[in-house]
């Protein structure tokens, strides 16, 4: 109970900001523009569940701060507070940025460098974006180091639904690397409010085989 109350203040606390459209990767978030993201995903075969709030608000039109914390049943497992910048704009249109949270994880102190790259996209006349995210989370009382990374292609399927497919791989502390697939949809409710629906499954060395819902909420 605690830990939804925290995330309920949280997002109260967000929401009093002043914001616009989401976005993906390394396109900065305007001045005074704010993103919400409050997602559960369901663990089918070993009846886990997992909380994500997720906010980015617009300090300027290059510099976005943001939350990322996550509670599961045992607690709260991660609450990380970050800041991104657009780094380059090369040839074609492709972008990056860079990214460093600072936080805890399982308890733990922690530092996260991270890098997006992407760019806008059109596939058959429909618009759409490919981004690439690698995050590393590297623990300051050991330094020792686990690395995620996100490849996300979404496509404008119609006015009103956005399709998106996104492989997962990471390198945790203890164990294998992992590969999973987790494709969703999107769809546009009243302005600024969306609900995404999608599974998420493993690939390789993970049994993974979940449902996730998320509210989007840009203002």
Known sequence: MRRV??????????????????????????????????????????????????GEYGLSDRLTLGV????????LDKAIAFARIPFAQAPGGMRLALELGSGVQDSR????PAMSF????????????????????????RFDTAWESDLT?????????KTILQLQAGQPLQGDAYLKLAPSWVIQGPPGRHIEIGVVTGLKNSRAL?????????F
């Open 5 to 54: 109350l925290l995330l309920i203040c949280l997002c109260g606390l967000l929401a009093a900001l002043p914001a616009r459209m989401a976005q993906a990767g390394p396109w900065p978030r305007g001045k005074g523009d704010t993103f919400l993201s409050f997602s559960w995903e369901r663990d089918i075969l070993h009846d886990r569940g997992y909380a994500t709030l997720y």
């Open 68 to 75: 990322d914390i996550g509670a599961d049943p045992g607690g």
């Open 109 to 112: 102190p922690v530092l996260r």
């Open 118 to 141: 992407g760019r806008g996209i059109d596939i058959a006349g429909r618009s759409g974006w490919l981004v690439l995210d690698i995050r590393a989370t590297v623990f300051q009382d």
């Open 153 to 161: 292609l979404g496509l404008d399927t119609t006015a009103r639904i």
């Open 210 to 218: 979940a449902a996730k819902i998320a509210l989007w909420h840009d």
